[in-house]
T-cell receptor, first 110, second 113 residues
Framework: ELKVEQNPLFLSMQEGKNYTIYCNYS?????LYWYRQDPGKSLESLFV?????AVKQEGRLMASLDTKARLSTLHITAAVHDLSATYFC??????????FGQGTRLTINP | DAGVIQSPRHEVTEMGQEVTLRCKPI?????LFWYRQTMMRGLELLIY????????DSGMPEDRFSAKMPNASFSTLKIQPSEPRDSAVYFC???????????FGSGTRLTVV
């Protein structure tokens, strides 16, 4: 059974700082997904990583995938308040199903 | 495309009543997923369908929950009878197998009093 674990689960940081969220998964997969959820809202797709070594960047967020280590990272550069949200990673189990991590609640303080 | 459409957005009902949540997936998507989200348990997969057929319902909490997908453009999740512990946000998501993950609907916030 695939398990997906994120850490940290809660992260409070100051604007302007850098930080990384980690996503470990327990079985082999060549794909990994990141989602963002704002309070009271739905989940929105952020990044789709489709191969080992894949790196995607959008603004101050950069995601990478190391399939050999079964690890994906979401790096935040020079954080701004607008990035405060909960971030989920998800790995596929079979052809259709995604297994989600617990989510990392990120709070960025001025 | 209008995305995944869920209704209602909010539902408040009394314990013991029947509740039906509705979902219209993105046209052309062949998989549909029902999730429940609470503070205590996070995001839980309840059931998913592929080509309108239920594939995995192991996450359905008990017999009070049932889900149907009569055609490719419509699914329902029914709770009968509802209980206060069913209060949660219920999300529907759809995808096309082998592509870029799920698209989530806006969710239904269910409160059972």
């Amino acid at each position: 059974e695939l398990k997906v674990e994120q850490n940290p689960l809660f992260l409070s940081m100051q604007e302007g700082k850098n930080y990384t969220i980690y996503c470990n998964y327990s079985t082999t997969s060549d794909r990994l997904y990141w989602y963002r959820q704002d309070p009271g809202k739905s989940l929105e797709s952020l990044f789709v990583l489709l191969s080992n070594g894949a790196v995607k960047q959008e603004g101050r967020l950069m995601a990478s995938l190391d399939t050999k280590a079964r690890l994906s990272t979401l790096h935040i550069t020079a954080a701004v308040h607008d990035l405060s949200a909960t971030y989920f990673c998800a790995a596929p189990q079979g052809a259709q199903k995604l297994v989600f991590g617990q989510g990392t609640r990120l709070t960025i303080n001025p | 495309d209008a995305g995944v459409i869920q209704s209602p957005r909010h539902e408040v009902t009394e314990m013991g009543q029947e509740v039906t949540l509705r979902c219209k997936p993105i046209s052309g998507h062949n998989s549909l997923f029902w999730y429940r989200q609470t503070m205590m348990r996070g995001l839980e997969l309840l059931i998913y369908f592929n080509n309108n057929v239920p594939i995995d319902d192991s996450g359905m909490p008990e017999d009070r929950f049932s889900a149907k997908m009569p055609n490719a453009s419509f699914s329902t999740l029914k709770i009968q009878p509802s209980e206060p512990r069913d209060s949660a946000v219920y999300f529907c998501a759809s995808s096309l197998t082998g592509t870029t993950g799920y698209t989530f609907g806006s969710g239904t916030r269910l409160t059972v009093v």
